[in-house]
């Protein structure tokens, strides 16, 4: 429970540490930014505080996110490509010259 004081008249108001922040937001609309405004204020400014924080988190997770995405679809796709010249080759023997993979790429066997 969060305690907020009115020193006017003594007022004590308990707030549930698991009230919503939107369910927070309306209360603070009608009626406690009045009666608790250097409490609400503060409230405020630790949640962007809060708010910020997170957002650049989320931005920085994203990103490192994104970049492995890139890299891992590049692995991808080369192994992909690598696995259907395979195939074709394997498949049509006679009408291409035979290729292997190597280390540095393609190399062509039989052309020679």
């Known amino acids: 429970m969060?305690?907020?004081r009115f020193s006017e008249?003594?007022?004590v108001l308990c707030l549930s540490e698991k009230l919503e922040?939107?369910?927070l937001e309306t209360?603070?609309?009608l009626a406690l930014d009045t009666r608790f405004s250097n409490e609400c204020a503060a409230w405020k400014e630790r949640r962007k505080d809060i708010m910020q924080g997170f957002?650049?988190?989320l931005a920085e997770r994203q990103g490192a996110m994104y970049a492995k995405i890139e890299r891992d679809f590049e692995d991808i796709r080369v192994k992909i490509q690598?696995?259907?010249i395979v195939e074709v080759l394997?498949?049509?023997p006679l009408v291409l010259p035979i290729f292997y993979l190597s280390l540095g790429?393609?190399?062509c066997d039989g052309l020679n």
């Open 9 to 11: 008249e003594d007022v």
């Open 82 to 84: 690598e696995a259907v």
């Open 90 to 92: 394997e498949a049509f």
């Open 105 to 107: 790429g393609l190399v």
């Open 27 to 29: 209360l603070i609309e």
């Open 2 to 4: 969060t305690k907020l």
């Open 55 to 57: 957002q650049e988190t």
């Open 21 to 23: 922040d939107k369910s």
